[in-house]
């Protein structure tokens, strides 16, 4: 160790056990803890001010889960597409949801209308791929 203005290492190292490792003096409080200078007081926050920052953190942050999720694709959900049969007049999509692990429903009134994004039924978005087409059975005539 070099020594520094104050003199010897010796003297360095009781200094800082003396003030608690720190070498600068922290200034004593010149008031009673009781009482609160202008000064003090203009610079502390009021309960209104606390409220006011806990909410506008709380709104950056779901701004910024919203902004990191809004570029992304949603993630994608197999499904099958079962063709009309009989009196039905509409596709039937049958998906499971990688958000929540049910199987949705849903209809399209055209089979090329079934593939990509579509909100699933527990309201999250997904994007559909089709995996398989179950075609109604023709009669051999």
Known sequence: MRPGPTGSPATQSSLR???GGHQHEVPARTTSPDTITEME?????T???LVHLVSM???LLVASAVAVTAGRRPPVASASL???ANARTLWWISLRCPWCGAVHLH???EEHLAA???RAGCGRKVWVVV???YRAKRDAE
């Open 116 to 118: 990509g994004p579509r």
């Open 57 to 59: 953190l709380a709104m």
């Open 17 to 19: 056990s003396e003030t």
């Open 131 to 133: 995996r398989r087409t």
């Open 47 to 49: 309960i209104p001010h």
């Open 41 to 45: 007081a203009v610079s502390m926050p």
């Open 82 to 84: 079962y063709e009309p």
């Open 107 to 109: 209809r399209v009134r």
